[in-house]
């Protein structure tokens, strides 16, 4: 008698204890971030006007698309002027943006979403509804865990502006990031548990501390 193969996403940890887990951190954090999202808003306000939040549609948890709440940093009307991907160097960068995207203060407005239940602390980082649409066999897999803040594919593309370069970013991003990616995505998927989201957890904290570090003290990358 053959027997159904269980895979993590099909866990109860991902179906539920996750949820209530990402609520349970999610609001303290959002309270204790309210200060810096005024601050961040600020700045936005006065370098560009409103609005304040970028709300792009991506693909979500079990297909289902949803609007994902980042700090705008770019000009108004951003995807009108250029592609998805955005470049390194990119034009349609603001000044605040820039700072925003360099210390990855721009995805701490992901906060909402956890709240909303939209997105997870640790998850694929959401995607373009071009792409996920797109998914075949194993690839449909990453939509059975929760879009987040960061996974495997965030930390090792942390700098994927640099990688893309300056010119036909969305070409760039197609030909040579998207298929890898999209690995670490299912491999996420294929391994989430307690244990890996805390190992994810800490290594990003460590990185983004790192590239902050990078160009704020050292000015990399500027």
């Not at 999610?26 to 006007?49: C, K, N, S």
């Amino acid at each position: 008698m053959s027997q159904t193969t269980r895979h993590a996403y099909d866990g109860v940890y991902n179906r539920a204890v996750k949820r209530f887990i990402d609520l349970v951190a999610a609001i303290p954090f959002l309270l204790l971030a309210l200060p810096l999202y005024l601050v961040i808003g600020t700045a936005i306000l006065l370098e560009d006007g409103a609005p304040v939040f970028y709300r792009p549609l991506r693909g979500g948890y079990r297909g289902k698309p949803f609007r994902i709440f980042k700090f705008r940093t770019m000009v108004k009307n951003a995807d009108q002027i250029g592609g998805g991907t955005t470049a390194m160097h990119d034009p349609r960068i603001t000044r605040v943006g820039e700072f925003l995207r360099k210390t990855k203060l721009d995805e701490t407005a992901n906060l909402l979403n956890i709240v909303l239940g939209t997105m997870s602390f640790i998850g694929p980082r959401p995607e373009l509804l071009q792409y996920t649409g797109q998914y075949e066999g194993a690839e449909r897999n990453i939509l059975e865990v929760r879009p987040g803040v960061t996974d495997y594919s965030s930390m090792e593309f942390i700098n994927l502006d640099e990688i893309v370069g300056d010119g036909n970013a969305d070409e760039m991003y197609e030909r040579y990031v998207l298929k890898r990616k999209n690995e670490l995505r299912l491999q996420y998927a294929e391994t989430v548990s307690f244990g890996t989201d805390c190992r994810i957890f800490f290594k990003t904290v460590a990185k983004v501390l790192e590239k902050a570090f990078g160009f704020i003290v050292r000015k990399e990358h500027r």
